[in-house]
Nanobody, 123 residues
């Protein structure tokens, strides 16, 4: 069963940068998508960015396009989210998320979550 551990969160001023890391273990050979969701107090959880294990296809939520870049190190099963030009609106708990089809055949998509990393953007 996959396990996820985030690192790299912290406090940064507007316009600054942070790099989040998500180390995955127990992923096996099955295809998956991995990336980040975030949730601010009083807000719904939203997908931020993810990348496919098969072909490195990426997704970015509209508000982070051009500012965030997701990448993956296949050898270490680590995914990175480089966050530039951070804004106060980016303040949230960021959760590493892995989506993988489980069961025989095509199966059903199952979510796995890391414990979260706080990102605070404030002057």
């Amino acid at each position: 069963q996959p396990r996820l551990v985030e690192s790299g969160g912290g406090l940064v001023q507007p316009g600054g940068s942070l790099r989040l890391s998500c180390k995955a273990s127990g992923v096996g050979l099955r295809s998956y998508a991995i990336g980040w969701f975030r949730q601010a107090p009083g807000k719904e959880r939203e997908g931020v960015s993810c990348i496919s294990s098969d072909d490195d296809t990426t997704f970015y939520e509209d508000s982070v396009k051009g500012r965030f870049t997701i990448s993956r190190d296949r050898a270490s099963d680590t995914v990175y989210l480089q966050m530039n030009a951070l804004e106060p609106e980016d303040t949230a708990m960021y959760y590493c998320n892995l989506k993988r089809r489980e069961g025989k055949g095509w199966g059903t998509v199952v979510d796995y979550w890391g414990p979260g990393a706080q990102v605070t953007v404030s002057s």
